[in-house]
């Protein structure tokens, strides 16, 4: 499965933003979604995930509250919604994918068999 993220940009502090990840290949009912990121200088942190029918979630501990994903099996596509963002939120967004449609606890890199190529967030203070 190949998956495009777009969407990133630029937003003050306490804004909001919406990144999306369109997939193309195969169809997503049968993987587990998710989001990372990566700032400057870090390592890639686990965001969110969401089972094949999104009615399961997990987040990371940075951003559980603000942040929510969904997806729409029918258009192939996972959102993103970033809300109260902080400075600490800057970072390339990467959507990926794991061959199960189950298993939402998984907050590895190498947990997830598919990679986007990643869209820049950026929140000015």
């Known amino acids: 499965v190949q998956l495009q993220a777009s969407g990133g940009g630029l937003v003050q502090a306490g804004g909001s933003l919406s990144v999306s990840c369109a997939a193309s290949?195969?169809?997503?009912?049968?993987?587990?979604m998710g989001w990372f990121r990566q700032a400057p200088g870090k390592e890639r942190e686990f965001v969110a995930a969401?089972?094949?029918?999104?009615?399961?979630?997990t987040y990371g501990d940075s951003v559980k509250g603000r942040f929510t994903i969904a997806r729409d099996n029918a258009k192939n596509t996972v959102y993103l919604l970033m809300n109260s963002l902080k400075p600490e939120d800057t970072a390339v967004y990467y959507c990926v994918a794991k061959s199960s449609p189950f298993d939402i606890n998984t907050y590895t890199v190498d947990g997830y068999h598919y990679w986007g190529q990643g869209t820049l967030v950026t929140v000015s203070s």
């Open positions: 969401i089972n094949w029918s999104g009615l399961r979630t």
């Open positions: 290949g195969r169809t997503l009912g049968s993987y587990v």
